[in-house]
């Protein structure tokens, strides 16, 4: 009787050991963000600090007349009249977005604006005398599995949300990327500007992998822009 229940555990665990690679396989690991990315629920915002006074000036202009919960005056949004958005106004939509890995960097897709934004993750620093972009400069390195981003040199004429809140060219922009499942990710992301905000702030969203999605094009003045091109191009 022993003898045959010894054959019974060791059949169950051989099975149980057969099963593992599947498992593995289908459970992507902990450093890879690899995917098309939707988001899952609202932003949640940490409090925002106090804005110095230039900055309470710029925020209170797109704001006049707008309430509270709502966003930003339109014809004073910058997407609206085809900035690019920066990476935290992206961070903010209810649009997907796709990571790709690649050697020495990371990748990043949206599809809002069709943009683009590369992280580099070769362990160098920031370049000295970097002329602001509308991305900026991202670097990035593993805190276990937390990638973790860091963004400095982005032109001060973009929103960080939808509300209108400004930030300087001195800002740093940091995010933390963490897969919470094989179908989760994490996004933490924080806005340290002492040129804008008495002390750093930042929030929280929650994304949820779309496999089986493709990342499609979305100019936003595509319409605006057509109209003016036919218009120019219809004159004798």
């Not at 995010?175 to 930042?202: C, H, M, N, Q």
């Amino acid at each position: 009787m022993c003898k045959h229940f010894i054959q019974s555990v060791i059949s169950l665990l051989l099975a149980a050991l057969a099963f593992v690679p599947v498992v593995l396989a289908q459970t992507p690991p902990a450093r890879d963000l690899s995917g098309i990315w939707t988001p899952r629920g609202q932003t949640d915002f940490f409090a925002t600090p106090e804005m110095r006074p230039a900055a309470k000036e710029r925020y209170d202009a797109v704001r006049f007349g707008v309430p509270k919960e709502e966003q930003g005056l339109d014809f004073m949004d910058p997407a609206q009249a085809c900035y690019a958005t920066g990476p935290s106004r992206q961070l903010t939509l209810n649009r997907p977005f796709e990571i790709v890995h690649v050697p020495d960097r990371i990748l990043i897709l949206y599809e809002f604006q069709h943009e683009r934004r590369l992280v580099y993750t070769d362990g160098r620093g920031h370049p000295a005398g970097w002329k602001p972009t509308w991305m900026g400069h991202s670097t990035g390195r593993w805190d276990g599995d937390t990638l973790v981003v860091e963004t400095v040199g982005q032109r001060e004429e973009t929103w960080l949300d939808g509300l209108g809140s400004p930030h300087t060219e001195a800002m740093r922009y940091g995010e933390r990327f963490r897969r919470l499942s094989p179908t989760s990710l994490e996004v933490t992301f924080t806005i340290d500007d002492p040129e804008a905000y008495t002390k750093p702030w930042g929030g929280k969203k929650l994304y949820e992998l779309r496999p089986d999605w493709l990342i499609m094009e979305q100019i936003n003045c595509e319409d605006f822009l057509r109209e003016r091109v036919e218009r120019v191009m219809r004159r004798p």
